[in-house]
C-alpha cells in the first residue's frame, strides 16, 4: 500500500450492522482512517470503541453520524439493510458529491431471500445510482461476503466481484477490496451489479440446502496481472 | 449410475455446436442414449459420426433433425445462439409435454456481450418456460462453461449452478451434470437463472480483463451431503 492510499478516509455508512464492523475493523487494520456513520451517532462511537479495542489505540477509526461521516471522508461504503437503502442515501448525497460510493446492499425480499428479486432499477446499486445522479460515482462490491468471517483475522474463502460506474471507481474499489485480505475482480459495468447482489441469494439457498454456512464464490481460470 | 440413468434418452438439440457436441461427448462416453439435432439432420449426423470415431462403436449417439431427437428422448437439452432460441423451442414445444427442458441458452446482445442484458422474461430460460408453458418443467445449466474443454477428457475447473421450475426437475438436471464429471449445485428456482445466465457476461468480461481464456466460478464453503 502506498502513502497516498494511507491517507483515503473511508466512511462506513451504517457500520454498526455486523457487514459494516466487520469492513471497518479490516480498513482500520490496514491503516486508512475510517470514520463509522450511523442514524445514531452513539451507536456509531461504540463500534469504533469496540473495533479500537480490538485493535488498539494506533487505528484511525471514529464513530460519528452518517453525515458527517459521508462529509469527512473520500470515499464511502454504504452497509444498510435494503429497507434504509434509499432513505441513507438520500439523507447524505449532497456530501457524496465528487466521491465514489461503494454500495454493499442487497436487495433481499424477506421471506423469499433464496429467490432473486430486483428492484424496478434492476439492482440496489442501479437504484442508488440513480438516487445519487451524475456527480457520484457509484460502485457495488463485498455483496457475496459472510459477514461472520470479517471481523476477526481468519481467512475468507470467497472473492468479491466488483461492478460499477467507471474503470477508474472500480479501480479504486478493487483496492479497498484487497486491503481487506480479499481477492477483488472487476466484474464490469454496474449494470452487471445485479447478478453479483442476486448471487447473494443463490448462495443463501445453498446454505439451506446442503448444510452450510458460509457457501461463497472464487473465480477460477483466470490470474491477477 | 443406475439402470435408469443408463436407459436414459438425452436430446441434444442445436447439438451440431462445440457446447452441444462437447455435452453429447461426455453423455454418450457416460452411457446415455444421446440424440443429437439440428435444423439439418445431416449436420446432426456428421456430428454423432465425430463423436462416434472418439469414444468408439460401442457408445449410442445418433444425429436427426431436431424434432425427432425432441421426439425420440426423455429429457432435452437446447444448446443454441440467444438468436434461434424462441424458434427453436416453438418448433419442438409439442415433443416436449412431459419431459424436462434444459435451457443452456445465454442471452447475449452483440457487441457488449460482457455486459448483462436480460429478455423481458427476465431470463432465457424464464422465456423458455413461457413459451413451453405449464406441461414442460424448464431448467437452466451449463451457462457458464467453456465449450472448449468438454469435447474430451480434460478436467473443467468450473461448477454447475442449475435452477429450474421443480425441485425434481433440478435433481434430475443435477445428475446429468454431475455425469459429464462437473459438479452442480441446486441454485433455486427458475427465476434465479438471470444470475448466472447474467455470470456468463461478467466472465466474458474478465477473459478480456486479465487474459484469460476460461475463467470460471467454483462454490466454497459448502460440500454435497
Chains 1, 2 share one sequence.
Not at 32 to 44: D, F, L, N
Not at 203 to 219: R, V
Amino acid at each position: 500500500m502506498n502513502n497516498t492510499n494511507l491517507l483515503l478516509s473511508i466512511a462506513v455508512l451504517g457500520g454498526t450492522g455486523k457487514e459494516g464492523k466487520g469492513l471497518a475493523y479490516r480498513w482500520a487494520r490496514a491503516g486508512y482512517h475510517v470514520r463509522i456513520g450511523s442514524r445514531t451517532a452513539e451507536k456509531a462511537i461504540a463500534a469504533a470503541n469496540e473495533i479500537k479495542e480490538m485493535l488498539g489505540d494506533g487505528v484511525s477509526v471514529e464513530g460519528m453520524s452518517n453525515l458527517e461521516a459521508a462529509h469527512n471522508s473520500d470515499i464511502a461504503v454504504l452497509t444498510v439493510p435494503y429497507s434504509a437503502h434509499r432513505d441513507t442515501l438520500e439523507s447524505v448525497k449532497d456530501e457524496l458529491k465528487g466521491k465514489i460510493l461503494v454500495d454493499v446492499t442487497v436487495p433481499l425480499v424477506p421471506p423469499k431471500v433464496a429467490t432473486v428479486q430486483m428492484p424496478a432499477a434492476g439492482s440496489a446499486a442501479q437504484e442508488a445510482k440513480q438516487i445519487l445522479g451524475d456527480d457520484v460515482q457509484v460502485c457495488a462490491a463485498f455483496q457475496n461476503i459472510g459477514h461472520d468471517h470479517l471481523l476477526g483475522d481468519s481467512e475468507v474463502e470467497c472473492d468479491v466481484l466488483v461492478t460499477g460506474s467507471s474503470k477508474d471507481a472500480r479501480a479504486e474499489t478493487i483496492k479497498l477490496v484487497e486491503a481487506t485480505g480479499l481477492r477483488g475482480w472487476d466484474a464490469g459495468p454496474i449494470e452487471n451489479s445485479m447478478v453479483i447482489e442476486g448471487l447473494t441469494s443463490i448462495l443463501i439457498g445453498i446454505n439451506k440446502k446442503y448444510g452450510s454456512t458460509h457457501a461463497g464464490i472464487k473465480i477460477t481460470g483466470a490470474q491477477h496481472q
